[in-house]
């Protein structure tokens, strides 16, 4: 963790060891745990706010909204990445999977859970472990970093912005879920590059230095030295080469409902999980109000 996180990191004895003794699996891996605290608080540009990690295995890494590659892209994600395409079609983004390194290695996109861990399919399950030292954390980068944006997204982030004091950089929409209506179209990532003040890459591109050495598949492009403090860039033209085809993976047909129902990432999505179980067990009919009502 980077040294500039120890005035309030030193605040706290965790216990993570004995957390992880739980007979229940418990996400992210344990080393992932605190792996946001890598970046420099004066580094952050951008802090997007999730509730609490993926609980499913093998989908949390330590960084909010994002699964490792290879991972099925989740709904939410899904939807973030249709609204950056919309958003911004001149720029000829592509997705190929759910993992957002880059934006958290490359462009200072502080990627934060309120809870840092999740016991095995029970989310919001470590909520209450954590608020407090997150909230702190919240509150720290707000007094050390007077530039960066909060980007908080569902109403369980948008209660965040009480205890944020820079209310002129705060950038508020609806949730990604597909549950939760008006995201895409939402124009949310333009109005994020606005208050910063800078253009933001949102590919997923991600050129190491190591990688530039003696690499015949690495150009150099011309970019704007105010954006990323550089004339040039590399850019790893092999990314464009095609690939072997790969046989599709079987995949069991879910209804649209199951599919949102699978990716709670607020309390509302929750509740809409709840009332569905509910219906199926009790044969009551799944009624649309119902459901506006569990978000609302």
């Known amino acids: 963790m980077d040294p ?28 992932q745990v605190f ?17 609490d990690p993926y609980h499913g295995e093998g989908q949390a890494h330590g960084l ?6 290879g991972v099925a892209t989740p709904p939410s994600l899904q939807n973030i990445f249709k609204e950056l395409k919309r958003s911004f079609p001149e720029r000829n983004y592509t997705f190929p999977n759910g993992d957002l390194t880059a934006w958290f290695q490359r462009e200072k996109i502080f990627l934060f859970n309120a ?36 980007l908080l997204l569902g109403n369980f982030a948008k209660a965040k912005a009480q205890i944020i004091t820079k209310k002129d950089r705060i950038v508020t929409e609806v949730h990604p879920s597909p549950l939760a209506r008006g995201f ?23 050129v190491t230095e190591a990688s530039i050495e003696n690499n015949t598949d690495i150009v150099y492009l011309p970019c704007d030295p105010n954006i990323l403090g550089k004339d040039k860039i590399a850019v790893n033209i ?32 929750v509740a809409v999980q709840a ?20 978000l609302s």
Request: aromatic content about 10%; hydrophobic content about 30%.
């Open 115 to 150: 809870s840092l861990t999740v016991l095995q399919g029970a989310a919001g399950s470590h909520m209450n472990l954590w608020k407090e030292f997150t909230d702190d954390v919240i509150k720290y980068i707000d007094e050390q970093n007077p530039n960066c944006v909060f």
């Open 184 to 206: 895409v179209g939402s124009d949310v990532f333009k109005r994020v590059e606005q208050v910063l003040g800078q253009e933001v890459n949102w590919s997923q591109n991600t």
């Open 4 to 31: 500039s996180w120890k005035p309030i990191l030193d605040q706290y004895d965790f216990q993570i060891d004995r957390l992880y003794e739980s007979t229940i699996p418990i996400y992210p891996p344990k080393e």
């Open 275 to 294: 009332y569905v179980e509910y219906c199926k067990a009790y044969n009551k009919p799944i009624l649309v109000e119902e459901i506006n009502d569990c």
């Open 35 to 51: 792996r946001v605290f890598e970046m420099p608080v004066q580094d952050i540009r951008i802090v997007l706010l999730g509730q």
């Open 238 to 269: 092999a990314e464009d080469k095609p690939r072997p085809p790969q046989p599709p993976k079987p995949k069991k047909k879910l209804t649209r409902l199951e599919r949102m129902c699978q990716d709670p990432q607020n309390m509302g999505e």
């Open 64 to 69: 909010s909204f994002s699964v490792p590659e």
